[in-house]
C-alpha cells in the first residue's frame, strides 16, 4: 500500500505541476493578438421545427477553426508550444511540445464571414433554404481571450411532394426502376443532400449487382422543381441517367475467365508459369505448387459465365484474407473488347495473393502485476508454420515460462509461483466435418477447424504444485460482419493436484468442497460461444455487444459409463466432472459528442453441477473482483456472498461460486492526444446455490443486491492505434464483509491499484 501511496503522491504532483504551469499562457500572447475561445451557437427556430438540437448539432460540425484544446480548463498543449519556441527550450519541453503541442489559435485566424456562408450552406443542404447567419465578436482582454457568437435564423424547410424517375428504354434504366422499391427516398421528406447522395450510391451498387462493370454514380442526377408550388416550401423531385453516359456504362458484362495466381511476387508477375491447373473453370498458375488448387478454390466466389457482381469480389477477397497465409490479396478485371457486343460486355478477373511469410518465431518477455500483489517476468517462445500441407494450414507452437512472486501482503509475503507450459495447435481454414457440406453455403466466411493439445505446470510455493492438460477440437466462423460462433464438441481437461503442503492440506480438510473441486480430475464436454459484435461501428451514437457462452461435461460419458458404480463414478480411473454452465455479457456504448462514451456492462452467469459431481471443477468456478471485474476489490477477494476470510489481505485461496453477476459503468473523455481518462462505478458479487460450511454466507438469497460489492474510481488510459495501456485507481462504496450498517462506507484511504491491457469492457 505504501508504494501504491508514494505513486499517487509523486503522480498527484507531476499533474499539479503541469495544470499549475498550463495556467500560465497569458503572457506568451502576442499583445496585438486575443487566443480564439470558441464559438457559441444561438439557434431560433420555428416552434413547429422538430428536434432543433440536431439542427444546432450540425451548424457546430461546420465551425472552423478549433480552438485550442483544454485539460481542466488549462492549456497543456499550447503552454508546451510556446515553452519549445524560446531559444533554449530544454529536452523537456521539446519532448511534451513533440508528443501533445498545439499550435495558438488567435481570433485573427478566424474568417467570420467565411464560416457564416459555411452554415448557410450546410442548412441549404438540409432543406433550410433562406435562413440567415451573422456573427459576433466577444472580447476578454482581461484574459487576453475573444469568442465567437453566432446567431442563426432558421426558417421552414423544403419538403417533397413527388418523386419520379425518367426514362425506361434502356435495359439500365429499366434495372434503376425496380431498384426503387428499396429507395431512401421517403413521402414528405425534407430536402436532404446527404439523403440524395446515399439514394445514388444504393442505386449504383444495385446497378453493379446486376452486372454493370463500368456504371458509375456519377451518371445519375437528382433535379427539383419548386414552380409548382409558390406559395408552399414543397418540391418535385425528378430522377434521370446524364446524357451522354457511356455506352460501356449501360451494358452488362459477364466473367469470361477467371485467373487466380497463388504465388504472386510484389512488383510485377512472373514469367508465365510451366503448371496450369483448370479446377471448376477457373485457372490456377503456379510455377511450384505453393497452395494446393483444390483447398484454394471454395474460397473463391467468382464464377466463370456469372455476371459481375461486386459483392462477389469482396467476400471472395474477404475469404481470401481470412486464410492467414496471405499478406495481399488483390482482384482485378480486364476487359475482353474483342467479344465485346452492343448488348453484353465480357471480363477476365485476375486474383493476385501474395503468400506472407511461411515460416516465424517470435519471442515474448512479458511482466506482470496483479492486484493480489504478485508480479513477475515472464516468457513465450511461438513457432507459427502458415502453410503446413500446402492448404493455408497454421501451426503454432507454444511453450512459456512466468515466475510470480508476492512482493506484499504481510504474513504471506514472499509467495510465489513458477509456470511452465508448452501448446500445440493447428488451424484448418476449411470445415473438416465427416459429412460433406458445400463451403458456397457460407456466404460471408468458410468456418476454421481448430485442433489444439496443451500441457502446464504450475508451482505455488506453501500450497502445491498443479499439472494439467488439455485438449480441444471445434469449429469457428463468423456468419456475418457482426456476429461469430465457436463450437468445440471436444472439450478435455485433465487437472492433477500434487505435491500438497499441510498447510494447504488443511486448506482442503477444512473446506469439503474446495476439496471436492479439486478432486474431479476429467472434464469431458462441449462448449459453444456466441458473440454480437456492434461496438466495431465506432462512428454510431448506440453500440451494442452480446456474448452467450455455454459450457456442458460428462453427459456422454456418464451414458456410456457403467451405472453401478459406486458414487463418484470414474473413467479410465479419473474421476469425472458433470455439470452445466452459462454466462451472458451485454454492453451497450453511448456516444456523447464526438470524443466522449458512456459504457456499461451487465454480466450474468450460473453453473449446475449435477449427478458425478455436487460443485463446479475448481477452474470453471466464477471470481469476483480485479482490473476487469469490480476494481475497487482485489482479484478473487470479493465474495462469495458476505463470506469473510480470517485474513482479508493474505488470503491466498481462491474465493468463488457458481453464480456471479456484476454491472459496471464508466465515462469515458479525452484528455490530450492519446491520453484518455475515465470515471466508473463497479458493483457485482459471486455466491454459491448451495450452502458450504466452509464459507458462511456465500449462499445465493432473495438479499443479493444487498450483498454487491460496490466501488468506484478514476482512470487514465494511453491509446495509441487501439493498444490500450491502462490504470485505474478506485475504492469501495459498500463492502459485503463488514456487518449489516456498516457496509457503505466510501474506503478512499485504501484505494485499489489497477494495472491492465485494454479496456475492461
Known amino acids: 500500500m505504501k508504494n501504491i501511496s508514494h505513486k499517487i503522491a509523486i503522480f498527484s504532483i507531476l499533474l499539479g505541476f503541469i495544470i499549475c504551469q498550463s495556467c500560465n499562457v497569458k503572457k506568451f500572447i502576442p499583445e496585438d493578438e486575443l487566443l480564439y475561445s470558441g464559438a457559441t451557437v444561438a439557434l431560433n427556430a420555428p416552434d413547429s421545427i422538430k428536434a432543433p438540437n440536431r439542427i444546432k448539432e450540425e451548424v457546430r460540425s461546420v465551425l472552423r477553426p478549433q480552438p485550442n484544446s483544454k485539460f481542466l480548463g488549462m492549456r497543456p498543449g499550447l503552454y508546451f508550444h510556446y515553452k519549445a519556441a524560446r531559444e533554449k527550450p530544454g529536452f523537456i519541453n521539446k519532448f511534451l511540445n513533440n508528443k501533445i503541442g498545439e499550435e495558438p489559435v488567435y481570433i485573427s485566424d478566424v474568417d467570420l464571414s467565411q464560416t457564416g456562408d459555411f452554415i448557410e450552406n450546410r442548412l441549404e443542404n438540409r432543406g433550410y433554404f433562406y435562413s440567415s447567419v451573422s456573427g459576433e465578436i466577444e472580447e476578454n482582454p482581461d484574459k487576453k481571450e475573444a469568442g465567437l457568437t453566432y446567431a442563426v435564423q432558421v426558417v421552414m424547410p423544403y419538403r417533397k411532394e413527388t418523386f419520379t424517375f425518367e426514362g425506361d ?65 414543397k418540391y418535385d423531385l425528378y430522377l434521370r441517367l446524364k446524357n451522354n453516359v457511356p455506352a460501356k456504362a449501360v451494358i452488362p458484362y459477364k466473367i469470361d475467365r477467371v485467373n487466380i495466381y497463388p504465388n504472386y511476387k510484389i512488383g510485377g508477375r512472373d514469367s508465365i508459369p510451366q503448371d496450369t491447373v483448370k479446377l471448376n473453370g477457373k485457372n490456377f498458375f503456379q510455377e511450384t505448387e505453393i497452395f ?48 465485346q457486343t452492343d448488348s453484353l460486355g465480357h471480363l477476365e478477373a485476375n486474383i493476385y495473393l501474395s503468400p506472407i511469410k511461411k515460416r516465424s518465431l517470435r519471442a515474448e518477455i512479458q511482466a506482470v502485476t496483479k492486484s493480489n500483489n504478485f508480479a513477475g517476468p515472464g516468457l513465450a517462445l511461438t513457432y507459427s508454420n502458415r502453410n503446413l500441407f500446402k492448404g493455408g494450414e497454421i501451426l503454432n507452437l507454444t511453450t512459456k515460462l512466468g515466475y510470480e512472486q508476492q512482493i506484499a501482503g504481510g504474513s504471506q509475503r514472499g509467495l510465489n509461483s513458477i509456470q511452465l507450459g508448452a501448446e500445440g495447435e493447428i488451424i484448418f481454414p476449411r470445415l473438416l466435418f465427416p ?140 474421476e469425472y466432472a458433470q455439470y452445466a454452465k452459462g454466462d451472458i455479457d451485454i454492453r451497450y456504448h453511448l456516444k456523447v459528442g464526438s470524443a466522449q462514451k458512456i459504457a456499461t456492462r451487465l454480466f450474468a452467469g450460473y453453473g449446475y453441477a449435477y449427478g458425478n459431481s455436487n460443485i463446479l471443477p475448481f477452474t470453471k468456478q466464477y471470481f469476483s473482483g480485479g482490473p476487469y471485474s469490480v476494481r475497487a476489490f482485489r482479484i478473487r477477494s470479493l465474495g462469495p456472498g458476505t463470506y469473510t476470510p480470517e485474513d482479508i489481505d493474505n488470503s491466498f485461496f481462491d474465493q468463488a461460486g457458481n453464480i456471479r453477476l456484476e454491472a459496471n459503468i464508466e465515462y469515458r473523455f479525452p484528455i490530450f492526444s492519446f491520453l484518455k481518462g475515465a470515471v466508473f462505478a463497479d458493483a457485482g ?57 456498516n457496509r457503505w462506507n466510501f474506503d478512499y484511504q485504501n484505494p485499489v491499484f489497477n494495472f491492465a491491457i485494454g479496456y475492461p469492457f
Not at 305 to 313: E, G, I, L, R, V
Not at 328 to 338: A, T
Not at 700 to 725: C, K, T, Y
Open 685 to 741: 458479487n459471486v455466491w454459491n446455490s448451495k450452502e458450504n460450511p466452509s464459507l458462511p454466507g456465500g449462499k445465493f438469497s432473495s438479499d443479493f443486491i444487498n450483498e454487491l460489492g460496490i466501488g468506484g474510481g478514476a482512470g487514465l488510459r494511453i491509446d495509441i492505434q487501439s493498444f490500450v495501456i491502462r490504470f485505474d485507481l478506485a475504492a469501495p462504496f459498500h463492502d459485503p464483509r463488514l456487518e449489516k450498517g
Open 169 to 233: 428504354s434502356l435495359p439500365v434504366q429499366k434495372t434503376i426502376q425496380k431498384t426503387l422499391s428499396e429507395t431512401y427516398i421517403q413521402d414528405d421528406m425534407r430536402f436532404d443532400l446527404n439523403v440524395f447522395k446515399a439514394e445514388r450510391e444504393r442505386i449504383d451498387l444495385a446497378i453493379k449487382d446486376s452486372g454493370y462493370y463500368n456504371f458509375n454514380e456519377a451518371f445519375l442526377i437528382f433535379e427539383t422543381d419548386t414552380n409548382s408550388y409558390e406559395n408552399s416550401r
Open 292 to 339: 494446393k488448387p483444390k483447398y484454394l478454390e471454395p474460397y473463391i466466389q467468382i464464377d466463370k459465365d456469372d455476371f459481375y457482381n461486386p459483392q462477389n469480389s469482396k467476400n471472395t477477397s474477404r475469404r481470401l484474407g481470412s486464410i492467414g497465409a496471405y499478406k495481399f490479396v488483390n482482384i482485378n478485371y480486364k476487359e475482353l473488347d474483342s467479344l
Open 435 to 574: 459429412v460433406k457440406i458445400n463451403h458456397h453455403w457460407f456466404k460471408y466466411a468458410i468456418p476454421k477447424t481448430k485442433t489444439s493439445l496443451g500441457v502446464d505446470f504450475l508451482s505455488r510455493s506453501k500450497l502445491f504444485t498443479l499439472v494439467s492438460a488439455s485438449s480441444r477440437f471445434g469449429y469457428s466462423w463468423q456468419a456475418n460482419r457482426y456476429v461469430s460462433h465457436q463450437l468445440n464438441p471436444i472439450s478435455l481437461n485433465y487437472v492433477q493436484l500434487a505435491q500438497t503442503t499441510e498447510e494447504f492440506d488443511k486448506i482442503l480438510r477444512e473446506n469439503p468442497f474446495l476439496e471436492n473441486s479439486f478432486s474431479q480430475e476429467f472434464i469431458s464436454g462441449l462448449t459453444y460461444s456466441f458473440v454480437y459484435n456492434g461496438l466495431i461501428d465506432s462512428k454510431k451514437r448506440h453500440q451494442f455487444f452480446f456474448n452467450f457462452n455455454f459450457d456442458t461435461a460428462g453427459n456422454s460419458i456418464d451414458i456410456f459409463n457403467n451405472s453401478s458404480q459406486e458414487s463418484p463414478k470414474k473413467f479410465l480411473g479419473l
